[in-house]
């Protein structure tokens, strides 16, 4: 039902952050930086994702945020739109107020906070699915939500609703992975969460990313990503080996913390985070991440 959209997903997504300026959103450098991304050849982006500080977001600010990144991307490379929280009928009831024409999937993290069973973790996703319009991409990142989706929980999800088209795998449990690969349906996708375990996670059989550095370095990163896909490990080695050490420091003081500072050190927008996330601190990290960028001009 949605092989096509899954073929088109295969490859590298950017969680976009939200460019902040004064206190609000920077629409200007909202727009440089999603042409920056799909000129850098990504496959697809990501809207209001953990990544976008979606959660500092007031109502009207995500409904102006989603039109503008609609109109921005026009129709140039798919959009997934970021939509989850820990209160299931709510979450369904703000999903039914949003104009998703123009959204091609929904991204959707599993509760935060309420640590639910994985039969809470099933019934909830299942209900959201009875009330969704769009195919599902789960979102497992337990230590942001403090729970696991099992790798037993996300095979059983794919195998109930092909409405299920995939999950953004960011537990760093390569065994998990391997699980799901193994054990889901083949037309369910598996994306990495994480950066710097993107490489491994093809080589074992995933289908991409949805990459927070890719923000920064659309090209190099999607071409790491893309020789990978096509086995040619040789040449994607020498690409992730060139990203990896920023990677590592992008995460140091918290997302997007890292990114936002690169992302200003090469131009594209305003080194700006709201409360309670704050920007990098700690000179010696940011010592570290200047002399990473500057090897990569």
Same mark, same amino acid.
């Given at each position: 039902?949605?092989?096509?959209?899954?073929?088109?997903?295969?490859?590298?997504?950017?969680?976009?952050?939200?460019?902040?300026?004064?206190?609000?959103?920077?629409?200007?450098?909202?727009?440089?930086?999603?042409?920056?991304?799909?000129?850098?050849?990504?496959?697809?982006?990501?809207?209001?994702?953990?990544?976008?500080?979606?959660?500092?977001?007031?109502?009207?600010?995500?409904?102006?945020?989603?039109?503008?990144?609609?109109?921005?991307?026009?129709?140039?490379?798919?959009?997934?739109?970021?939509?989850?929280?820990?209160?299931?009928?709510?979450?369904?009831?703000?999903?039914?107020?949003?104009?998703?024409?123009?959204?091609?999937?929904?991204?959707?993290?599993?509760?935060?906070?309420?640590?639910?069973?994985?039969?809470?973790?099933?019934?909830?996703?299942?209900?959201?699915?009875?009330?969704?319009?769009?195919?599902?991409? !789960?979102?497992? +990142? /337990?230590?942001?939500?403090?729970?696991? #989706?099992? *790798?037993?929980?996300?095979?059983?999800? $794919?195998?109930?609703?092909?409405?299920?088209?995939?999950?953004?795998?960011?537990?760093?449990?390569?065994?998990?992975?391997?699980?799901?690969?193994?054990?889901?349906?083949?037309?369910?996708?598996?994306?990495?969460?994480?950066?710097?375990?993107?490489?491994?996670?093809?080589?074992?059989?995933?289908?991409?990313?949805?990459?927070?550095?890719?923000?920064?370095?659309?090209?190099?990163?999607?071409?790491?990503?893309?020789?990978?896909?096509?086995?040619?490990?040789?040449?994607?080695?020498?690409?992730?080996?060139?990203?990896?050490?920023?990677?590592?420091?992008?995460?140091?003081?918290?997302?997007?913390?890292?990114?936002?500072?690169?992302?200003?050190?090469?131009?594209?927008?305003?080194?700006?985070?709201? !409360?309670?996330? +704050? /920007?990098?601190?700690?000179?010696?990290? #940011?010592? *570290?991440?200047?002399?990473?960028?500057? $090897?990569?001009?």
């Amino acid at each position: 039902m949605y092989a096509s959209l899954i073929r088109q997903l295969r490859g590298t997504g950017v969680a976009l952050v939200t460019p902040f300026k004064a206190g609000q959103i920077d629409y200007p450098a909202l727009q440089k930086l999603i042409d920056h991304c799909i000129e850098g050849g990504v496959e697809f982006l990501v809207s209001m994702g953990t990544t976008g500080e979606s959660v500092t977001l007031s109502k009207e600010e995500k409904k102006a945020l989603l039109a503008f990144t609609k109109k921005a991307i026009a129709g140039r490379v798919p959009l997934v739109l970021g939509h989850g929280g820990n209160n299931t009928a709510a979450l369904i009831e703000e999903l039914q107020a949003i104009d998703l024409e123009g959204v091609d999937a929904i991204l959707s993290a599993s509760p935060a906070y309420n640590k639910p069973s994985q039969e809470g973790i099933y019934q909830h996703y299942m209900e959201f699915a009875a009330n969704c319009p769009l195919p599902i991409i !789960l979102y497992n +990142v /337990p230590g942001r939500t403090s729970s696991n #989706i099992s *790798a037993a929980t996300c095979i059983r999800l $794919a195998k109930a609703s092909k409405q299920f088209i995939g999950v953004k795998e960011a537990s760093g449990n390569l065994g998990q992975a391997m699980e799901i690969i193994q054990g889901a349906p083949r037309e369910f996708a598996l994306w990495s969460g994480d950066d710097n375990l993107t490489l491994a996670l093809i080589a074992l059989g995933g289908d991409g990313v949805i990459s927070v550095v890719a923000n920064a370095y659309p090209l190099r990163f999607s071409e790491m990503v893309r020789h990978g896909l096509e086995d040619e490990f040789r040449e994607a080695r020498a690409l992730h080996y060139t990203l990896s050490q920023l990677v590592d420091l992008l995460f140091v003081e918290g997302n997007p913390a890292g990114i936002k500072w690169v992302l200003n050190a090469i131009g594209i927008m305003e080194n700006e985070l709201r !409360l309670p996330l +704050v /920007p990098m601190q700690n000179e010696q990290y #940011i010592k *570290a991440l200047k002399a990473e960028v500057d $090897a990569l001009q």
